[in-house]
């Protein structure tokens, strides 16, 4: 089976990686910038090019959201499978006319942070049974944790992806600037944010839960809202709280 | 200097940890729980009391914040200094005619859990110099991370922690209803979760946003808000998105 990966970014690198590791030939990487593609090729060993596309049996696309329709297009062999790495994105954006996939690694890349890929959850949709378990069979040699998902699955993984990801790290963000209000180093939390997400690796996180809500101590809450002079951390603190206290029936 | 810790706890048995694994002599664990207490006495060979406390110049009590009033009150010395380790109390919650002060680990502990002590950051307040310095001078033993903190700046303390592990703690919660609904298995989410975590370690958290609001990108908010049955997982999803969208000025 002749693999192709398309594109030069944090997603194609760490593929190509896993790949390589993995002992999963890659026949080619190809895509627009040369310099990133050189990069990839010499330290992993996979021909690279810019230019022409090779033949192949899969072709995996790993480019912005909004390159991937306009990227798809350049595949112009019909007997072929064709997959992309988006999580917010339906198989049928894919424009030609081979048979379409998706093959998603759950996980936030950035190219100078090694990875360990056998954590990485891979969600895998195709339009026939042979394609599924063929994209499955690559996913779990690098992953020990691989689904079958369709859109409207991938859908609410990439929404819990939001609560988990995206608003804990706004959170952070914003509970940085009552640190810096108080020329408190952030990194002073660092220990206690590690050992907070280090604790739901064993325990379910509605049972770790802790804090002044949980416990329903007002005068706490008291304390805090009138500490707080910015109004959208007290929009969150208002927030949060209340739903804590629904989550426990307080 | 003899110094005596109060209370059987996971915080009265990390501290006799990291006081005996920093060579700082205690000459006397005391607390109610007999048995409790006897495992920290054999694990870090200090003695144990349950019914008199010894002479001492220091006594830290580490007991449940409800309990620290009427504990501090069998102390009648009065040629002594007596901290609490609460982050949420005044040092004047201390009953007694001893030197008052506070020694509070920034930390959430659990007996099963090690901890790298060195990195948890200790917040002092006492009555005078001297006993700041004495107090500084047994944290640095601990940890790299020591500050002076007078109440005001504590409550600020306690605030930020409340929104970087309580409340990020809650959204995990939160996270998980989501997943479970789809039967996705919520580990599924912890290699993300951990690299979220491990960047704000690199990176500050207002420059490491991903995610939908901070791209501006109203259709796939809007289809995560379709995707949304629970009242309170809706209030969520706004409050962050908006203050998201604020913070950066979309």
Redesign the interface.
């Known amino acids: 089976m002749k693999t192709v990966l398309i594109g030069s970014g944090n997603v194609a690198y760490h593929l190509a990686k896993a790949f390589h590791q993995n002992h999963i030939e890659v026949s080619q990487i190809f895509g627009r910038n040369e310099n990133d593609l050189k990069a990839i090729s010499d330290e992993l060993n996979i021909p690279f090019s810019t230019i022409g596309l090779t033949d192949a049996d899969l072709y995996i696309i790993c480019v912005n959201d909004d390159s991937i329709a306009e990227v798809s297009k350049m595949i112009t062999k019909e007997n072929c499978l064709v997959a992309h790495t988006s999580g917010?994105l339906t198989k049928e954006i894919l424009d030609g006319n081979y048979r379409k996939a998706s093959f998603y690694p759950?996980?936030?890349f950035?190219k100078s942070?090694e990875?360990?890929y056998a954590?990485?959850?891979f969600f895998i949709e195709a339009e026939n049974k042979n394609d599924v378990e063929t994209l499955k069979k690559i996913a779990f040699k690098i992953s020990k944790?691989v689904?079958e998902?369709d859109y409207e699955?991938r859908?609410?993984?990439?929404?819990?992806?939001?609560?988990?990801?995206?608003?804990?790290?706004?959170?952070?963000?914003?509970?940085?600037e009552?640190?810096d209000?108080?020329n408190?180093?952030?990194n002073?939390?660092?220990?206690?944010?590690?050992?907070?997400?280090?604790?739901?690796?064993e325990v379910?996180?509605?049972l770790?839960?802790?804090?002044?809500?949980?416990r329903n101590d007002g005068r706490?809450l008291k304390?805090?809202e009138s500490?707080?002079s910015d109004e959208?951390?007290l929009?969150?603190?208002q927030?949060?709280n209340?739903?804590?206290k629904?989550?426990y029936e307080l």
Do not use: W
């Open positions: 917010s759950l996980q936030t950035s942070k990875l360990n954590e990485i959850p944790n689904m998902s699955k859908k609410y993984i990439h929404l819990t992806a939001v609560f988990a990801c995206n608003f804990v790290n706004h959170l952070f963000a914003r509970a940085k009552i640190s209000s108080q408190i180093p952030f002073y939390f660092l220990p206690l944010i590690d050992e907070t997400v280090s604790k739901i690796h379910e996180p509605k770790a839960q802790t804090g002044p809500a949980v706490i304390i805090h500490l707080i959208e951390h929009k969150i603190y927030t949060m209340e739903s804590i629904k989550m």
